[in-house]
């Protein structure tokens, strides 16, 4: 079974204005993270953005800020003011911190995000 | 520190040689991933190590894969005998063994095989 889930192949959303890409885990693990990478076409994978599971608060790094609903298992990333940029493959990835796979990184399939002019 | 050093950058090889990659993690990180990335599977976790030990293997394809952690500053990723499904692009990355810290990538292996 996925521990991963983005359910959005593709997105597109005009420049300047907001977007959020979804993303499901599943876990049976009391502590772990989250985490949000972007790949833009050259490659690289780039650290967005954490959220730890006992987190009261939502995460927020400039415009990126996660919505993570604990009960919904559910940890969806919103980009505000969309910029040209921002267009790449965003993946969402689970990290859990006990049992016999601790300290795994596990990663989703990926949203190709497509910013219009 | 520079990072995560993945090498070659490329790599073309005929099916059914012999493939290394190998990886740099970053100095003091106390785990390192490698992962193979494809269009049709995503990024897909193959192993990782935990101070130079292997602590989940499940991801690795078949026994044509192995890699191996001598010490805590390299670590390689074998292929042998390399096929064309393979072609992929490899990446190695590292992290402290601290909850909310993030992987860090090396640049990635393009693997083609023909």
């Known amino acids: 079974a996925q521990k991963i889930t983005q359910t959005q192949p593709g997105m597109f959303v005009q420049e300047k204005e907001a977007v959020t890409l979804d993303c499901t885990y599943d876990?049976?693990?009391?502590?772990?993270?989250l985490f949000w990478y972007k790949q833009p076409s050259s490659g690289e994978m780039i650290f967005l953005i954490y959220?730890?599971?006992?987190?009261?608060q939502n995460a927020t790094e400039g415009r990126y800020s996660l919505n993570f609903q604990k009960a919904r298992k559910s940890a969806n990333l919103v980009i505000s003011a969309s910029q040209l940029g921002d267009s790449a493959m965003y993946f969402c990835?689970?990290?859990?911190?006990?049992?016999?796979?601790?300290?795994?990184?596990?990663f989703g399939k990926g949203t190709k995000l497509s910013v219009k002019p | 520190d520079a990072g995560v050093i993945q090498s070659p950058r490329h790599e073309v090889t005929e099916m059914g040689q012999e493939v290394t990659l190998r990886c740099k993690p970053i100095s003091g990180h106390d785990y390192l991933f490698w992962y193979r990335q494809t269009m049709m599977r995503g990024l897909e976790l193959l192993i990782y190590?935990?101070?130079?030990?292997?602590?989940?293997d499940s991801g690795m394809p078949e026994d044509r894969f192995s890699a191996k952690m001598p010490n805590a500053s390299f670590s390689t990723l074998k292929i042998q005998p390399s096929e064309p499904r393979d072609s992929a692009v490899y990446f190695c990355a590292s992290t402290l063994d601290r909850r909310n810290t993030e992987a860090f990538f090396g640049q990635g292996t393009r693997l083609t095989v023909v």
């Open positions: 990835a689970m990290r859990e911190n006990y049992g016999g796979s601790q300290g795994n990184l596990i």
């Open positions: 876990t049976s693990d009391p502590s772990y993270g």
């Open positions: 959220q730890g599971s006992y987190d009261q």
């Open positions: 190590f935990n101070n130079n030990v292997p602590i989940d």
